[in-house]
């Protein structure tokens, strides 16, 4: 397929998702630590599917994880990580083998990602979490989803929590996810966010603006609202 081409093109993923200049895949480790994997002892592996270039790879590592990724088009990292096509292929790890599995913005550029969510459900050891995160179209739908043009499968939490629930999982859970680390302290403060996404301002990069990066970065986050499904095995 063309679009599996593309999402091994270096130029596509230098360009579509440029190396973050912000702390926000430590916070964001953290947040998802403290709240769903909370390890009781060092040493526990956590798989990335998806993992680019291993940014979260190197966060989840110091917070005392044993990190791996997974990605299609791996890059080269002093992490382990292994080239898979999840579209096709199955994890290279045995049965109930993983503590926890994490993967953000992976699923919507796949034709069949339920191989990944059945995959996940495989290698997960009983007891064993899972967090896998991508954009709401609920919210999406009139635009920001196609930002990328390889987004090809979008998700309500409808459907997120079914095709989950297809995989294996009984215990699910999927909740509206604002990428903004402030309204993480509190879920009143989504009411922030929910003003801002009623008012007509533009964002880069759907609409020309010259607001200052953190402006636009409020904006775009307010309005591009992502799932953040929790499963156990």
Known sequence: MAS?????????????????????PNRLGH???KRFFYPQHANLEIL???????????VFSGLGYEAIGVDISPVESRHEIHKVDLEEE????????????????????????LNLMSETYRVLLPGGKAVIMTPSWEHNYWGPFYIDHTHVTPFTRYSLEETLRMSGFEKVRVEYFYQLPFVWKSP??????????????????????????????LIRFSNEVMLIAYVEK
């Open 188 to 217: 009143l403060l989504r009411i922030v966010p929910k003003i801002i996404s009623m008012l007509p301002l533009p964002f880069r990069p759907f609409k020309n603006s010259f607001l200052p990066k953190s402006i636009n970065k």
């Open 48 to 58: 990335d599917i998806g993992c680019g270039d291993g940014e979260f790879l190197s």
């Open 90 to 113: 199955n994890l290279p790890f045995k049965d109930s083998t993983i503590n926890f599995v994490f993967s953000k913005s992976v699923i919507e550029h796949m034709n069949n990602p």
């Open 31 to 33: 947040y998802l630590t």
């Open 4 to 24: 599996k081409k593309i999402l091994k093109d270096e130029k596509y993923i230098r360009l579509t998702y440029p190396k973050r200049d912000s702390d926000y």
